[in-house]
């Protein structure tokens, strides 16, 4: 579902070219659940950036489903974004002038992807029934984050990203979250990557890599 082949990224910082990715490879099947950890710095952010299409890479190769994304134009990388990948982050980043509800759909509905039944699904799965037409400044963290992986699950993506997903929340709120997203991504059927610091989580998905010098051991 995503593989990635030799991906190389350099910023430039005070005049000087810093290597951030030096050649990365990496690979996930179909509903594969993959943690990603590294440390501060590593590159795992700007890593999720480029498979997500928020920025370009130097070179290499980055295959999402059928479509090479490193070849693709600005506007088609944004489609297949919206159309085929879910995003996660710390932040959850909510729109907090819509509903719940509305925040559940959001992206489904901007990819006409929007499914009655599996958004009711998701619903009943995330536990959000009872919290529908709130806004999310009256929800808790992960309340929240619930929702914030209930709208990038809900256009059934290809592959789902979630960049420190549970860092903003309780220990016990982390592993409801985790659980939770682990059972909703074997049901989509989706490759999942997730960057986490930790190794307790990172071990509760099907395998384990770490970005070190620039690539993937
Ligand atoms: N837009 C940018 N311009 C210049 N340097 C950048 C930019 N974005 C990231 N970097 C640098 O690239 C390196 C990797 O950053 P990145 O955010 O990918 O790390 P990370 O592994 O996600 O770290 P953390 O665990 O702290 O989130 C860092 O040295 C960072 O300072
Ligand atoms: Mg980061």
């Known amino acids: ?29 179909a509903g594969e659940r993959v943690a990603l950890t590294g440390e501060s710095g590593s590159g795992k952010s700007t890593l ?10 130097d070179g290499g190769e980055i295959i999402i489903g059928e479509d090479c994304i490193t070849k ?10 919206r159309d ?21 759909a959001f992206q489904a509905r901007l990819a006409s992807r929007h499914d009655p039944a599996w958004h009711a699904e998701l619903v ?15 929800l808790s963290g992960g309340q929240q984050q619930r929702v914030a ?33 682990r059972d909703l991504v074997a049901r989509t059927g989706c490759a999942f990557l997730m960057v986490t610091h930790s190794a307790r989580l ?6 384990h890599v770490t970005l070190h010098a620039g690539v993937v051991a």
């Not at 190389?8 to 951030?20: I, N, Q």
């Not at 999720?48 to 890479?57: F, M, P, S």
């Not at 693709?72 to 974004?81: C, G, I, K, V």
């Not at 990948?85 to 509903?99: A, H, I, K, R, T």
Request: glycine letters at 6%; aromatic letters at 4%; hydrophobic letters at 50%.
């Open 149 to 181: 992986i209930g709208r990038a699950l809900a256009v059934k993506p290809l592959l789902l990203l979630a960049d420190e997903p549970t860092g903003n929340l309780d220990e016990a709120t982390a592993d409801d979250v985790l659980a939770l997203t």
């Open 84 to 104: 085929r990948l879910g995003l996660v982050f710390q932040q959850f980043n909510l729109v907090p002038s819509l509903s719940v509800a509305d925040n559940l």
């Open 72 to 81: 693709l134009s600005d506007a088609a990388r944004a489609t297949l974004r």
């Open 202 to 207: 990172a071990a509760t998905l099907d395998r």
């Open 48 to 57: 999720l950036h480029l498979i997500a299409g928020l920025d370009a890479a």
């Open 124 to 138: 009943e799965r995330l536990g959000l029934s009872q919290l529908l037409k709130r806004y999310p400044e009256q």
């Open 1 to 29: 579902m995503l593989s990635i082949r030799d991906l190389k990224k350099s910023y430039s910082s005070a005049g000087e070219k810093v290597a951030v990715l030096r050649g990365v490879d990496l690979s996930v099947a």
